[in-house]
């Protein structure tokens, strides 16, 4: 029997599998709906290369509507790695008074001495290791691009914030900081450290470890209100049920509640609507997404010399 059932391979799912792993009495599987590649040198370039997103290859191809009218793509990993197999590569803590204040809402665990030393856990930072706000020995490498690296344009821009009065921010990641600078990046050169790199990699010898990558998890099974297995596709129409002890659910913002939703577990009505049989009506599942809401400024340059990249 599993002991522990993992569904979704990406960030959250890769960090459980591996530190799961490490005791090897435990049995573990991973379940994952996307490739997976191994090793690193059969992995495609797409993921490799952290200067640019891959938005096809590896993507659900799912879609939204921000506002009427308006469709748009909402990319999401399908890999081994999961969002982070295919993101900007941006390592950017969230500021403490926003942890402080989710623990003041009753969730003890997230406050920011809390979450530090897992920040700290995770992270080989390879510009300021040594702080005792920084981890040194972690599986996933943070850098920033110095001085020498940057180009003209992003040089102009921090000269320009620096007029404007506002403070030289080497480390965005110091607790204090603020003003303009450069980001912490989870890249080694040009490779995307990956969670299926930092995390999976290491872990993969284990015996107790199975990776089973494409493999379509459909709906958890659900006996006398306890989670005991998932339903997985195996081929066109046919289905296999994988039993386990404890079954952790990791499949990201998005999948999750929609696998939540095809078990019979959310708002009723919406369950109705489409058939499934309700079996807990949970109102808050699927619902009142909000995901890195942000601000693009694009400028057009009156000048077509100051679009030559050197
Ligand atoms: C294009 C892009 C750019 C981003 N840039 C940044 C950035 O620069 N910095 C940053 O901090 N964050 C960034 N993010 C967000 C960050 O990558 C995600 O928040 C993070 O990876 C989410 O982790 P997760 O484990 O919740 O989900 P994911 O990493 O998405 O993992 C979910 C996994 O579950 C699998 N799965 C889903 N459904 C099923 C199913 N039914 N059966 C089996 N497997 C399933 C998926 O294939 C996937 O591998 C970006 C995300 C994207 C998509």
Same mark, same amino acid.
């Given at each position: $029997?599993?002991?522990? *059932? @993992?569904?979704?391979?990406?960030?959250?799912?890769?960090?459980?599998?591996?530190?799961?792993?490490?005791?090897?009495? %435990?049995?573990?599987?991973?379940?994952?709906?996307?490739?997976?590649?191994?090793?690193?040198?059969?992995?495609?370039?797409? /993921?490799?290369?952290?200067?640019?997103?891959?938005?096809?290859?590896?993507?659900?191809? /799912?879609?939204?509507?921000?506002? &009427? +009218?308006?469709?748009?793509?909402?990319?999401?990993?399908?890999?081994?790695?999961?969002?982070?197999?295919?993101?900007?590569?941006?390592?950017?803590?969230?500021?403490?008074?926003?942890?402080?204040?989710?623990?003041?809402?009753?969730?003890?665990?997230?406050?920011?001495?809390?979450?530090?030393?897992?920040?700290?856990?995770?992270?080989?930072? *390879?510009?300021?290791? !040594?702080?005792?706000?920084?981890?040194?020995?972690?599986?996933?490498?943070?850098?920033?691009?110095?001085?020498?690296?940057?180009?003209?344009?992003?040089?102009?821009?921090?000269?320009?914030?620096? +007029?404007?009065?506002?403070?030289?921010?080497?480390?965005?990641?110091?607790?204090?900081?603020?003003?303009? +600078?450069?980001?912490?990046?989870?890249?080694?050169?040009? /490779?995307? @450290?990956?969670?299926?790199? !930092?995390?999976?990699?290491?872990?993969?010898? %284990?015996?107790? /470890?199975?990776?089973?990558?494409?493999?379509?998890?459909?709906?958890?099974?659900?006996?006398?209100?306890?989670?005991?297995?998932?339903?997985?596709?195996?081929?066109?129409?046919?289905?296999?049920?994988?039993?386990?002890?404890?079954?952790?659910?990791?499949?990201?913002?998005? $999948?999750?509640?929609?696998?939540?939703?095809?078990?019979?577990?959310?708002?009723?009505?919406?369950?109705?609507?489409?058939?499934?049989?309700? *079996?807990?009506?949970?109102?808050?599942? +699927?619902?009142? *997404?909000?995901? &890195?809401?942000?601000?693009?400024?694009?400028?057009?340059?009156?000048?077509?010399?100051?679009?030559?990249?050197?």
């Amino acid at each position: $029997m599993i002991d522990l *059932l @993992i569904v979704g391979a990406g960030s959250t799912g890769s960090v459980i599998a591996n530190r799961a792993s490490e005791d090897p009495n %435990r049995r573990v599987l991973l379940l994952e709906a996307g490739p997976d590649y191994d090793p690193l040198n059969q992995t495609p370039f797409d /993921l490799i290369n952290s200067h640019n997103n891959s938005y096809k290859q590896h993507d659900w191809s /799912l879609r939204y509507s921000p506002t &009427h +009218g308006r469709d748009i793509p909402f990319p999401r990993g399908r890999v081994t790695g999961g969002s982070s197999a295919v993101n900007t590569s941006i390592a950017l803590r969230g500021m403490p008074e926003d942890y402080d204040e989710w623990a003041s809402l009753g969730n003890p665990l997230w406050s920011w001495d809390q979450v530090l030393p897992a920040f700290n856990r995770l992270e080989r930072d *390879l510009d300021y290791g !040594g702080k005792d706000y920084h981890g040194d020995a972690g599986p996933i490498l943070i850098r920033r691009y110095p001085h020498s690296e940057l180009l003209p344009q992003h040089q102009a821009f921090l000269d320009a914030a620096e +007029g404007l009065g506002y403070p030289n921010c080497p480390d965005a990641n110091d607790p204090l900081s603020y003003g303009a +600078g450069p980001q912490p990046m989870i890249k080694l050169g040009r /490779l995307r @450290i990956s969670c299926a790199i !930092g995390y999976l990699a290491p872990a993969r010898l %284990r015996p107790n /470890l199975t990776i089973r990558a494409n493999t379509l998890v459909r709906r958890l099974i659900i006996d006398k209100r306890k989670c005991v297995g998932v339903e997985v596709e195996i081929a066109e129409g046919k289905t296999e049920v994988i039993s386990a002890k404890t079954i952790v659910l990791s499949a990201g913002a998005i $999948m999750s509640p929609a696998i939540m939703m095809r078990s019979g577990l959310g708002p009723r009505k919406q369950l109705e609507k489409h058939g499934i049989t309700v *079996l807990e009506d949970i109102p808050g599942v +699927g619902q009142n *997404l909000s995901d &890195h809401p942000a601000i693009l400024l694009l400028q057009k340059p009156s000048r077509r010399s100051t679009l030559i990249l050197h």
